[in-house]
């Protein structure tokens, strides 16, 4: 599976992102998660395959939720992944 994927930043929520179909674009994003997420802010276009590496989710996980709610929803980092990232940096 293959999918142009357009990505879009929260501007409510530091590092949230909604991840959708960019032929089928917001359409199938429920109105309520829409107005929980702010208006969307379209920070990349990117072809999603099996073999692409994402930073903080697996692109398998990102396909099926778009095949099979029509997006992906990205949650802010818990406070132990950010204490992970900063201990990989040392």
Request: charged content about 30%; glycine content about 4%.
């Amino acid at each position: 599976m293959r999918v142009i994927c357009e990505i879009f930043r929260s501007p409510r929520k530091a590092e949230m992102y909604l991840y959708i179909d960019k032929q089928v674009g917001l359409a199938e994003v429920p109105d309520s998660l829409l107005a929980q997420f702010g208006e969307p802010e379209s920070v990349m276009t990117l072809l999603l395959t099996p073999e692409r590496k994402l930073a903080r989710t697996s692109v398998a996980e990102v396909l099926e939720s778009i095949h099979e709610k029509g997006f992906f929803l990205q949650m802010p980092p818990t406070y132990a992944e950010l204490l992970s990232r900063e201990g990989s940096r040392e």
